[in-house]
């Protein structure tokens, strides 16, 4: 059995006015156990739409979402959506530790045990010794560190990822994305990663599903078969890794000029 099936999946907004936009069209997909899958598309194509009607946050105008093979409808507790806007999403009122705790707390594990997950969690991420610092006193990328780790604390059958790493500087980033790859592997967690960096997709992903302008299709399903462990370097620069990279600003451009 699939651990995620995306069938069929159309969104539609209704505009003031009487008037609707056409986010998402007709799209299917599946992600197994321990998969990085990540969706690359224009800005405004309906990636976020795709998201959060995967996440359960917004009802599909039509098709289906199934998380090993129960339909769902409503926010399911195993998934877990981590957003682009790290300081909208933290709790300012709590200090680090008290945000992981709170994925803890919700699920009803408020014991010395889900403290000693949540340091854990904390170490993880690269954060030992700030467990009592708040929000505000952190970096960006520091901050969206503990929003990959409260997330992580729901332990999710699938992380949702919609451009995590948008905000932060480029240096930043490309931890932020080994940090991510280590997490993935440690952890054996799946991940469903949106972006539109289509050489950060490449970069971390097994496969890739390129999307179309708007309202959004499937162009491209892309398969990356380049080793692991990855390495900033000498995965960026193998010519298989340019290549994958080429062909999918090929795609896009293409659909672009028609
Ligand atoms: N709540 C909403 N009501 C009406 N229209 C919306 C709503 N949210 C998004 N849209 C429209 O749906 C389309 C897709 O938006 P969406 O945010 O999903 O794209 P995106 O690919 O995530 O964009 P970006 O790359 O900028 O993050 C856009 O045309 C947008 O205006
Ligand atoms: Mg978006």
Redesign the pocket.
């Known amino acids: 059995m699939r651990l995620l099936e995306v069938e069929g999946l159309s969104k539609s907004?209704r505009?003031t006015g009487g008037d609707s936009?056409l986010?998402v069209h007709e799209i299917s997909f599946q992600v197994d156990r321990r998969e990085f899958v990540s969706i690359v598309?224009?800005?405004?194509?309906?990636?976020?739409?795709?998201l959060m009607c995967i996440a359960g946050l917004i009802p599909p105008s039509s098709g289906t979402v199934r998380v090993k093979g129960v339909e769902i409808n409503g926010p399911p507790q195993n998934l877990v959506l981590v957003f682009q806007e790290y300081n909208r999403s933290l709790f300012a009122w709590r200090s680090v530790l008290g945000n992981v705790l709170f994925g803890l707390e919700v699920r009803g594990k408020i014991s010395r045990e889900a403290e000693e997950k949540a340091r854990h969690l904390i170490g993880l991420v690269g954060l030992e010794g700030f467990e009592r610092h708040y929000p505000w006193e952190l970096s960006g990328g520091m901050q969206q560190r503990v929003a990959i780790a409260r997330a992580l604390a729901y332990e999710p059958e699938v992380l949702l990822m919609d451009?995590p790493f948008g905000s932060v500087d480029a240096l930043t980033r490309l931890e932020l994305e080994d940090t991510l790859l280590r997490l993935w592997k440690d952890l054996r967690t799946t991940i469903l990663f949106?972006t539109?960096d289509i050489e950060e997709a490449v970069y971390l992903s097994d496969r890739i599903y390129v999307l179309s302008r708007?309202p959004?299709r499937i162009l491209l399903r892309m398969d990356i078969h380049l080793d692991r462990p990855r390495n900033q370097l000498s995965t960026r620069s193998d010519p298989r890794f340019v290549e994958l990279r080429n062909e999918i600003y090929r795609q896009i451009s293409d659909e672009t000029i028609k």
């Open positions: 907004y505009q936009t986010a598309g224009p800005s405004g194509c309906g990636k976020s739409t795709l451009e949106v539109h708007r959004s």
